[in-house]
């Protein structure tokens, strides 16, 4: 599968004038912030959807989103990830707009998007949304023997946090980590948006042909929403670590297809709220 265009990199950060504030001084200064810009995916020449999203990895984003949707599960099911001509005011790429080519055995995606996905913007209807994952699940994770220490689990989000190049420069981005149950990275990705940080991980390992992710921990800086256990189960991923806080339908979802789910991971601390057999050293 090709690699991103050239024209694409170079965007993440942008700077901006700010009047600073520190007790009663003031200044003017530049500030670094992320840039967060639309990407339109198209899927077989036709729009899809519209994702805000910091630019970089957008072929990943574009083939994990797939994922997510239910639409592909491996790399075969991908023959072709390109940028389409959009341009601003000045001429110029902007590299905002993404075309997907399906292999000839994928159905278009025009009637199953939204039916297994909804975003917490855009509410879930409960149960039906439980049973709709468990319908496009390709990968069960219930029997996954990953096994990791409990002190490597309290370790990943500070690993996470090491790998966040962009955050240091804008305090601005969510980051999502995938790591072997020793706690070494295998791909760390940063974005305005954490569910697009969760498929530009997947999207990337669709195209190097590693799905599913067996035996892997997802590690996401924010909280557990329903959405990204959902794209860790069609990922094929056992176990997800949170920063923060999960919901309700995403400790259900968790619990219905054998996921381990671990929340408020912060020093010594933490809540299992799934599958705890899959940490070594609990009491």
């Known amino acids: 599968m090709p690699d991103q265009e050239v024209g694409a990199v170079g965007r993440v950060t942008d700077r901006r004038r700010v009047l600073r504030v520190r007790g009663t001084r003031t200044g003017r200064l ?6 967060e810009e639309p990407m339109e995916l198209r899927v077989n020449g036709e729009p899809l959807t519209v994702t805000m999203r910091t630019p970089g990895s957008d072929f990943d984003l574009a083939a994990g989103f797939l994922v997510g949707e239910g639409v592909v599960g491996q790399t075969g099911d991908i023959t072709e990830i390109r940028y389409c001509d959009g ?7 902007t590299y905002n707009v993404v075309d997907v080519t399906l292999a000839d055995h994928i159905p278009s995606p025009a009637d199953r998007t939204r039916r297994v996905t909804t975003t917490s913007a855009c509410g879930v209807c409960g149960r039906t949304s439980l049973d709709a994952v468990h319908l496009a699940v390709r990968h069960p994770v219930a029997e996954d023997p990953a096994i990791l220490d409990l002190d490597v689990l309290r370790s990943l989000p500070d690993r996470l946090r090491t790998q966040q190049k962009v955050f240091d420069r804008t305090g601005g981005l ?23 940080a969760v498929d530009k991980v997947v999207g990337d390992a669709l195209r190097d042909g590693r799905l ?11 909280r557990a929403s329903f959405e990204l256990v959902q794209k860790a189960l069609l990922a094929g991923i056992p176990v997800l670590v949170a920063v923060s806080a999960p919901s309700t339908l995403a400790v259900d979802l968790a619990e219905a297809h054998g996921l381990t789910l671990a929340g ?8 299992v709220y799934t599958r705890p057999d899959r940490i070594a050293g609990l009491a």
Request: charged share 20%; net charge negative.
């Open 212 to 222: 599913p992710l067996t035996g892997t921990v997802l590690t996401v800086s924010g």
């Open 87 to 93: 341009v601003d005011a000045d001429g110029r790429n």
């Open 30 to 35: 530049s500030d670094t912030l992320v840039v």
């Open 264 to 271: 408020f991971v912060r020093g010594d601390s933490l809540n």
């Open 174 to 196: 969510h980051a999502a980590g995938l790591f072997t149950p020793h706690g070494e990275p295998i791909t760390v990705q940063e974005d305005v948006g954490r569910h697009n």
